[in-house]
């Protein structure tokens, strides 16, 4: 049955309203600093089952469970070596941290692992919500399965209008990125996903080397568990077939020139996504600016709006420049990979 979405300003009536609602077993769309979030009661395993209905996503698939205060984690999960010095540095803030779960979180939560992924958002709104309502909310990004994740309430409007009760709009979100995902529970320190949180970062409090999974610019293998949100093969894609385009800058530049050229020969509706600095060479190739090639940090807070944008203007096929997967770099070469299925050409 279709549901009226309500699309409502930050208030304390609306706050109380997605208190009502997610006490109820109900959906909650609020922005944090990384992305929009489709939020439900973590404690509440029918409430998180329609989580997942609600994005059309696989159910093996573990959910973020987010909080307000640290004095929330003692009920839900133990903390690994490492987790409180890190706590401490980046909370509230965009680092998710997987840590030993405990028997009230459901199983729904952490698709049957026995690890739960935990964070802290720094989003006035997201606080606001997660205080009102007293409540871990376990959420994901607000968008169907799949689909670039959402940067602005429209976005969200756009993939669960009639899915969902209740949309708080909270403008437009600051990182762009999801947040780094780190695993501290099987040894070294493992970044399983990249976000604004970089392993430099990381490293620094830990006094120790961090790790970087393998699979974060790969697809997963056949039979590899997701141990975090975001590493399925395909994600974060527009309809469009995405290519990525490596090598020289002076050899990249014209060959987007000439693929874009190609395809327009071909009837096939194209577009560059390209550094500000090759804006004006690649005028005729409908480019979209991503930003500088010197601020990857730029470059992650418009990714899913641009990639959003691509549907809305019917592209079939993008070529895309590259940035070094370095700082956060690295966490927009995870979210452009997995757009393109890790297609690419070597200039």
């Known amino acids: 049955m279709d549901l009226k979405t309500d699309l409502l300003l930050p208030s304390p009536e609306t706050y109380a309203l997605a208190s009502e609602i997610l006490e109820k077993g109900g959906l909650v769309a609020f922005p944090t600093e990384t992305v929009y979030g489709l939020g439900a009661n973590a404690l509440d395993s029918e409430a998180v089952l329609s989580v997942f209905a609600a994005k059309g996503r696989p159910a093996d698939n573990p959910l973020i469970v987010h909080i307000h205060d640290q004095s929330q984690l003692e009920p839900l999960c133990d903390l690994p070596d490492g987790a409180q010095a890190l706590m401490d540095k980046f909370w509230p803030g965009p680092l998710t941290i997987l840590c030993p779960k405990k028997p009230a979180i459901p199983d729904t939560v952490t698709a049957g692992l026995p690890t739960v992924a935990v964070r802290m958002p720094s989003h006035p709104v997201a606080r606001a919500l997660l205080q009102a309502c007293s409540l871990p909310i376990a959420a994901p990004s607000a968008n169907s399965s799949g689909r670039p994740s959402p940067t602005t309430a429209a976005h969200v409007m756009e993939d669960m209008n009639t899915k969902i009760p209740l949309i708080i709009d909270g403008g437009m979100c600051d990182v762009g990125v999801e947040s780094t995902v780190l695993d501290l529970c099987h040894g070294a320190p493992v970044v399983l996903r990249p976000g604004g949180i970089t392993p430099g970062m990381i490293s620094s409090v830990l006094g120790c080397e961090v790790q970087v999974a393998g699979s974060v610019l790969r697809p997963l293998r056949e039979n590899e568990t ?122």
């Open 226 to 347: 997701a141990l975090s949100p975001g590493m399925r093969y395909k994600h974060y894609a527009p309809h469009a077939v995405v290519t990525l385009v490596e090598g020289p800058e002076e050899r990249v530049v014209p060959l987007l020139r000439m693929l874009y050229a190609q395809q327009e020969a071909e009837g096939v509706k194209s577009c560059v996504l390209c550094f500000s600095e090759h804006v004006k060479e690649l005028a005729d190739c409908h480019p979209h600016d991503i930003g500088s090639s010197s601020d990857p940090s730029e470059i992650a807070h418009r990714l899913f709006d641009i990639l959003r944008r691509l549907d809305e203007e019917n592209m079939e096929a993008v070529f895309s420049e590259v940035i070094p997967p370095e700082g956060v770099g690295l966490a927009v070469m995870n979210r452009l990979g997995r757009a393109a299925a890790f297609r690419t050409i070597q200039a």
